[in-house]
């Protein structure tokens, strides 16, 4: 008897791509996949997906990993904490941050995040760059070299007192990008609209957290959108809109791509299930649920949802961004803390995949009929990999890596504070009963989760060097 030439087989699954449906059994041999066809001959070793969905491993392209806020507050999760929330989660690649603060060389910002994550990632990443100190050193020599050694894409923020960038600033980055190809992604709210918002509130000793999604006024968005698209177009520089989170901000992302602008854009599950009402509880409970932008309402929710059926939108991301509730974290300012004195972020990690699979395939939102786990496939793994350039990831295909999940369709799964790897200690979607489970991970055709228990290595995972690609490609119009 021949020795297998497979290492794995995941035999009589339905596999599903952002394209097709099909059933197959799909074999691993050195990390990637090696064959998909009917009755492949035994692998090494065998799993069997009777019923259930073989899947490509979600790529969350928005994660706040290990990483310190400009207020001086430390993310509670560590690069291996939070993969290991990933893959729980059936998310196999993230794109976390080398966030440089004012002062800080971004050559060593890139540097110390790296052998962080290199000691502790079980999953594959990649990092977007914070640019909040541009100086020249950081514009003529740290970006174009970094870019040149695979980090391609710039995170840029609006707003934010210690990070955000001016306009004149903000066209700087983006022609340095222009020129050496490389994705601008951007936190887009209008700074002094909230600001102003902020001083109001709190002057009229209105500080609880629901106060915190009234100082980000709707206008702050679409005004940021607008200038951030005019900046872009100007200089013929493509970029990413971060977190969407009203009607009018998509409507604004939908117009410039139908003027043939490179303009693409994501959204959370925090503002495709949450609304503000979820921040107004009693004392300082509602900082669980304080993010930026803030969660809106039921139909921003609807017009985000059309927005991602109809393209405008691409991805869907976590902005996992995770800090306890407690001194540590949400409560650092102590017990009389004002909005403004709360971090911002929601843990997101875990709960990305199975919220999104629930909402299209399992409770079949209309945008998606017919096509829901294509479209899930699509938003939640195969549109990340195309727009960030990672090369073999986000589908099911012959040479690509084997990062799969193996999803129970019918799991019913309640999500509990308790049920979260995370080191938060808690989920802002708690109680929600989902339907369909990543029941089974393999990252590069290791199994990093079996039957729902983490079982990936610290340091399992490797840097995806990336080039601008397609996306960060003018539009030379
Ligand atoms: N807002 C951000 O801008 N970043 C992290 C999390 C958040 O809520
Ligand atoms: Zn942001
Ligand atoms: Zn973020």
């Given at each position: 008897?021949?020795?297998?030439?497979?290492?794995?087989?995941i035999r009589n699954g339905t596999?599903?791509?952002?394209?097709?449906?099909?059933r197959a059994d799909?074999?691993?041999?050195?990390?990637?996949?090696?064959?998909?066809?009917?009755?492949?001959?035994?692998?090494?070793?065998e799993i069997d997906a009777r019923g259930k969905l073989v899947?490509?491993?979600?790529?969350?392209?928005?994660?706040?990993?290990?990483?310190?806020?400009?207020?001086?507050?430390?993310?509670?999760?560590?690069?291996?904490?939070?993969?290991?929330?990933?893959?729980?989660?059936?998310?196999?690649?993230?794109?976390?941050?080398?966030?440089?603060?004012?002062?800080?060389?971004?050559?060593?910002?890139?540097?110390?995040?790296?052998?962080?994550?290199?000691?502790?990632?079980?999953?594959?990443?990649?990092?977007?760059?914070?640019?909040?100190?541009?100086?020249?050193?950081?514009?003529?020599?740290?970006?174009?070299?970094?870019?040149?050694?695979?980090?391609?894409?710039?995170?840029?923020?609006?707003?934010?007192?210690?990070?955000?960038?001016?306009?004149?600033?903000?066209?700087?980055?983006?022609?340095?990008?222009?020129?050496?190809?490389?994705?601008?992604?951007?936190?887009?709210?209008?700074?002094?609209?909230?600001?102003?918002?902020?001083?109001?509130?709190?002057?009229?000793?209105?500080?609880?957290?629901?106060?915190?999604?009234?100082?980000?006024?709707?206008?702050?968005?679409?005004?940021?959108?607008?200038?951030?698209?005019?900046?872009?177009?100007?200089?013929?520089?493509?970029?990413?809109?971060?977190?969407?989170?009203?009607?009018?901000?998509?409507?604004?992302?939908?117009?410039?791509?139908?003027?043939?602008?490179?303009?693409?854009?994501?959204?959370?599950?925090?503002?495709?299930?949450?609304?503000?009402?979820?921040?107004?509880?009693?004392?300082?409970?509602?900082?669980?649920?304080?993010?930026?932008?803030?969660?809106?309402?039921?139909?921003?929710?609807?017009?985000?949802?059309?927005?991602?059926?109809?393209?405008?939108?691409?991805?869907?991301?976590?902005?996992?961004?995770?800090?306890?509730?407690?001194?540590?974290?949400?409560?650092?300012?102590?017990?009389?803390?004002?909005?403004?004195?709360?971090?911002?972020?929601?843990?997101?990690?875990?709960?990305?995949?199975?919220?999104?699979?629930?909402?299209?395939?399992?409770?079949?939102?209309?945008?998606?009929?017919?096509?829901?786990?294509?479209?899930?496939?699509?938003?939640?793994?195969?549109?990340?990999?195309?727009?960030?350039?990672?090369?073999?990831?986000?589908?099911?295909?012959?040479?690509?890596?084997?990062?799969?999940?193996i999803?129970d369709p019918k799991?019913?799964?309640?999500?509990?504070?308790?049920?979260?790897?995370?080191?938060?200690?808690?989920?802002?979607?708690?109680?929600?009963?989902?339907?369909?489970?990543?029941e089974?991970?393999?990252?590069?055709?290791?199994?990093?989760?079996?039957?729902?228990?983490?079982?990936?290595?610290?340091?399992?995972?490797?840097?995806?060097?990336?080039?601008?690609?397609?996306?960060?490609?003018?539009?030379?119009?």
């Amino acid at each position: 008897m021949p020795a297998p030439i497979h290492d794995l087989v995941i035999r009589n699954g339905t596999v599903a791509t952002a394209s097709d449906v099909f059933r197959a059994d799909v074999a691993v041999r050195k990390g990637v996949i090696s064959a998909i066809g009917m009755a492949l001959p035994p692998g090494r070793e065998e799993i069997d997906a009777r019923g259930k969905l073989v899947l490509p491993g979600g790529i969350d392209s928005h994660t706040h990993i290990e990483q310190l806020s400009a207020g001086g507050i430390m993310n509670a999760d560590t690069f291996e904490t939070a993969t290991a929330a990933a893959a729980f989660g059936g998310t196999t690649t993230v794109i976390s941050f080398a966030a440089q603060h004012k002062g800080m060389s971004l050559r060593k910002v890139v540097d110390d995040y790296a052998a962080l994550a290199e000691r502790g990632a079980m999953i594959d990443y990649a990092f977007h760059m914070i640019v909040s100190d541009p100086t020249e050193a950081t514009l003529t020599k740290d970006l174009p070299a970094l870019i040149a050694e695979g980090h391609s894409s710039i995170k840029l923020f609006m707003t934010y007192d210690k990070l955000k960038v001016e306009d004149e600033t903000l066209l700087d980055v983006l022609s340095v990008a222009r020129e050496n190809r490389a994705l601008v992604c951007v936190h887009a709210e209008n700074h002094g609209m909230i600001a102003w918002m902020s001083r109001k509130l709190l002057a009229a000793g209105q500080t609880a957290p629901k106060y915190h999604a009234v100082s980000h006024p709707r206008g702050s968005e679409t005004e940021a959108f607008t200038r951030l698209i005019t900046a872009a177009a100007m200089v013929d520089q493509p970029i990413m809109i971060f977190h969407v989170s009203t009607a009018e901000g998509a409507a604004i992302v939908g117009d410039a791509r139908r003027q043939g602008l490179k303009v693409f854009a994501e959204t959370c599950p925090q503002y495709l299930f949450l609304t503000a009402a979820d921040l107004d509880r009693p004392g300082l409970e509602g900082a669980k649920w304080m993010c930026s932008p803030p969660p809106r309402d039921r139909s921003d929710q609807e017009a985000l949802w059309q927005a991602l059926a109809l393209g405008d939108l691409q991805t869907v991301s976590s902005d996992h961004a995770p800090y306890r509730y407690d001194a540590s974290g949400k409560l650092s300012g102590g017990p009389g803390s004002t909005f403004k004195q709360i971090a911002n972020g929601l843990p997101g990690l875990e709960t990305r995949m199975p919220l999104m699979f629930d909402a299209m395939v399992s409770r079949r939102r209309p945008e998606f009929s017919g096509r829901a786990l294509q479209a899930f496939v699509n938003i939640t793994a195969t549109q990340p990999a195309h727009i960030y350039n990672l090369a073999g990831k986000g589908s099911i295909a012959i040479g690509y890596d084997a990062d799969i999940a193996i999803w129970d369709p019918k799991a019913r799964v309640t999500l509990t504070d308790e049920l979260m790897v995370g080191r938060s200690g808690y989920t802002p979607f708690a109680g929600r009963t989902v339907r369909g489970w990543p029941e089974t991970v393999l990252s590069r055709g290791r199994v990093v989760v079996r039957d729902r228990t983490v079982s990936g290595r610290a340091g399992g995972g490797r840097h995806i060097a990336r080039a601008g690609g397609w996306a960060a490609e003018p539009a030379r119009r």
